[in-house]
Every structure is written in structure tokens, then in C-alpha cells.
């Protein structure tokens, strides 16, 4: 009867172990996209522009698609899409007029989430200066959700954060890359509140040229209108 006991308990204790690997998230809930959302971050990244400043500023039609436009205060922006689908990818802008058009909307994750899943998609795509075409090549990304953490930003501590990973390779049709790996914590129904990672170059035959560190924390937000100081 023991024996019966302890082999029960065990087959407990694993389900409950594998329900909580398997827990799964709404996306729209850690990654927002309102117009009028905005996230300052201090950039502790050493020569980094500081503040960091991420917003959603507008809708904006692309090929009878209705996106979001994303802007950063370095002057790139992206148009995206969040919905039951998840979140999408159409076009990236560069400032001094150079853009990313990618052959298909590239999906970077599903409307929901689970730990321990990874997400791969790729597009092919063209590198544009002023309307010029310079390049072309393969975009990948790979998404994978670690799970929850808790994580402290100034004074104060933030409970069960998600954490996932993006790496993001752009190689062209002569063999360089560019590309960034990146470790995000979301907090719910305020977005993300730590970025750190590498954006790095590669040569053809693969040996790394140059590298730039991120790390960035969330000072203050504004979601759906309203204020949050982080720090």
C-alpha cells in the first residue's frame, strides 16, 4: 500500500511539473501596441543613446493591410501587426532612407505563448536605399519562451515576468550577416521593462567583424493613456 502511495504521489508531482513547463501566455498581455503607447529606457550600455524611446505612433495601411507603426527616437520604426494571429512583421525603416522589404510578413510570435517553445519564421528580402536596391538575402528569426522570473529595476521588484529570447540573422546573397540575440522580461499589461543582448556583423566566411551590447531598462511608460514610473 505504501508502495502504491509513493508511485501516486509521484505521478502527481510530475503532471504538476508539466502542467506548470507548459503554462501558456497571451501575448497581447506582455507585448502591447496601442497608438499612443510609449516606453522610455536608460540605456546602460556603455556609448548608447540614452534615453531609449520606443512608441506606438500611428495605424498606417501597407498593402490594404491596417499595421502599427513602431518608432524609436534614433529614427528607424517598423509596421507590425498584433491580433489573434500573433505579431507580425511587414517593413523595416533605417534612417536615411534605407528599408528591409521583406517577400512575406515574417510572424514573430503566436497569439499565445508557451514555455519552452521556439518559434522560427523567415522571409526572403530586399535592402533598399532610397528606393535603390543594394541587397538582398534571407531574414530569420527564432523566438524562444523561457518562462517567468522575478527581476528587480531600480527599487523595485517585478513579479513573474515573462522571459524569451529573439535571435535575428539577416544573411545576403553574398554570405555577410548582421544580426542580434536578445533576453526580454514583459510584465503584464505593461510590456517590456529589460532588454539586454548583442547586435553583431559577420564576414563571409563567418568570423565576427564588430560587436554592440543593449542593455536597457524601463524608466517610465504610457499604456492605454496611462503613466507609469518604473524608476
Known amino acids: 500500500m505504501k508502495t502504491k502511495i509513493l508511485v501516486i504521489s509521484i ?124 541587397e538582398t538575402g534571407l531574414q530569420t528569426y527564432e523566438v524562444e519562451i523561457i518562462g517567468t522570473e522575478d527581476i528587480k529595476i531600480g527599487e523595485k521588484t517585478f513579479k513573474d515576468t515573462l522571459v524569451f529570447t529573439t535571435k535575428a540573422l539577416r544573411t545576403d546573397s553574398g554570405g555577410t550577416q548582421k544580426g542580434y540575440e536578445l533576453r526580454e522580461w514583459h510584465v503584464k499589461r505593461v510590456g517590456a521593462i529589460k532588454v539586454t543582448g548583442t547586435l553583431y556583423w559577420n564576414d563571409e566566411k563567418g568570423n565576427r567583424t564588430r560587436t554592440f551590447k543593449i542593455n536597457a531598462e524601463l524608466e517610465k511608460a504610457k499604456v492605454k493613456g496611462k503613466e507609469i514610473k518604473i524608476q
Open 11 to 134: 505521478l502527481i508531482s510530475a503532471l504538476c511539473i508539466s502542467a506548470s513547463a507548459q503554462k501558456t501566455f497571451k501575448l497581447k498581455n506582455y507585448v502591447l501596441s496601442n497608438v499612443g503607447d510609449e516606453w522610455q529606457y536608460k540605456n546602460l550600455a556603455p556609448d548608447g543613446l540614452s534615453p531609449i524611446v520606443v512608441g506606438v505612433s500611428e495605424k498606417r495601411d501597407f498593402k490594404s493591410v491596417s499595421t502599427f507603426k513602431r518608432d524609436e527616437n534614433n529614427g528607424d520604426y517598423r509596421l507590425q501587426t498584433l491580433d489573434k494571429k500573433g505579431l507580425t512583421v511587414y517593413w523595416l525603416y533605417f534612417k536615411g532612407g534605407r528599408v528591409i522589404e521583406y517577400e512575406k510578413p515574417v510572424r514573430l510570435m503566436p497569439a499565445k505563448l508557451k514555455v519552452g517553445e521556439i518559434y522560427k519564421s523567415s522571409s526572403p528580402y530586399k535592402y533598399l536605399v532610397k528606393d535603390e536596391v543594394k
